[in-house]
């Protein structure tokens, strides 16, 4: 891989442009990568905690702004849910509802007898629930 880096000075931020033969998953890889622009600000009280992407549960919609869920508590995340779905890895985090995002790293179980939708229990026993607009595309990442 060849890396070449060009000093523009009249640019207002940084553009990457990636030159491939084909469209790999190496390539979607390192898209993805570049993409994520740093760790993902947890904050609660006075404190601004960097979250790992491996230790969120989930995030949901609560009173207006966005939580971030792990097992060392809830955090509140500066950037609405749609940017997070964006910038999150796509393999490993899903959208289940209008309200909700998990980790799919974190599901412990799936109940999935109740009609027309999926019930998640996550790692701490949190239960989340598939919405139907959402159970297609939730059997397809998991390949049910």
Not at 34 to 39: I, Y
Not at 74 to 88: A, D, I, K, P, S
């Amino acid at each position: 891989m060849d890396v070449e880096i060009r000093v523009e000075p009249e640019l207002r931020g940084v553009k990457v442009v990636i030159h491939a033969p084909a469209r790999t998953a190496e390539v979607e890889a390192l898209a993805e990568r570049l993409a994520a622009e740093g760790p993902i600000l947890g904050f609660r009280e006075q404190e601004a905690v960097p979250l790992a992407s491996e230790d969120i549960l989930r995030f949901y919609g609560e009173d207006k702004e966005v939580r971030a869920q792990t097992a060392a508590g809830v955090y509140t995340v500066r950037f609405r849910l749609y940017e997070l779905e964006e910038r999150l890895p796509k393999g490993q985090f899903v959208r289940v509802s209008h309200s909700e995002i998990v980790n799919l790293r974190q599901v412990m179980g799936l109940d999935l007898s109740l009609t027309g939708t999926i019930r998640m229990t996550l790692r701490g026993g949190i239960a989340c629930y598939v919405s139907r607009r959402y159970v297609k595309k939730i059997k397809e990442a998991l390949g049910l």
